[in-house]
């Protein structure tokens, strides 16, 4: 069910699919994954599983909810796009139907494999779409990413996740982007990065122009990981208000 989440930037989770099959090449597994421990919490496996039931969730009576979409996995992984998960594509669009039908609330959703957004269009004016970037790939692999969230049409807000931070992030520009997530490595062997690893991220977002509303998770305030501004954990809409 649709429950308050601690995840700082997000106030409640819709759990419609949960577990990946990323590897090492896409995903940071040195360290815990969030997502993963949360399914050992509850004895199940990580094999990736729809949850159609969850659809008829009820919703938050407060309006204004942060809703993250199956955040204990990857909701848009390259391995639905597979015959024997056929279903996957029917569940997306009901759940986007649903974000339609409540557009009291924004709904986030989080991919490692933005090019499988472009499959649902228009996307919802109340659903933020975003892209997962760590750090530990190459430039290539980046900017990739970040040119097929860019191609998403109709999301109300277009966001990087750069979390969690292992290296550079060597994109190009954020221009298009609405909002930077940046979050430390957490967990068993965690890596904290070098100053000169990371400090091009903050010209990116220094540079763009609007400047980017930023969320810095709490374990990169607690770290002082070489942040050239005050503290700040921002929502796009904080910035357009302020406009």
Partial sequence: MIRPTKIEYGTHHWPIVAGCRHGADTCAISADCWARGMARRFHKDFTPTLHPARLNDPMPRKPGARILVSFTGDMFGEWWLTPELGEWDRLVFRCLTIVT?????????????????????????????????????????????????????????????????????????????????????????????????????????????????????DNVRDRRLYLPWDAVQELPFDRMQAD
């Fill in 101 to 217: 039908m409540h557009p009291e609330h924004n709904f986030l959703f989080l991919t490692k494999n933005p090019s499988a957004y472009r499959l649902f269009h228009p996307w919802p004016k109340n659903a933020w779409v975003g892209a997962s970037i760590t750090g530990a790939e190459s430039r290539q692999v980046q900017q990739a990413r970040l040119d097929a969230l860019r191609r998403v049409e109709g999301a109300g807000v277009l966001w990087l996740s750069y979390e969690p931070m292992l290296g550079p992030l060597m994109v190009d520009n954020l221009e298009g982007i609405g909002w930077l997530v940046i979050g430390a490595q957490a967990g068993k062997g965690r890596r904290v990065p070098l100053r000169a690893e990371v400090g091009h991220t903050w010209d990116l977002a220094d540079n763009c122009s609007p400047v980017i509303p930023i969320w810095e998770k």
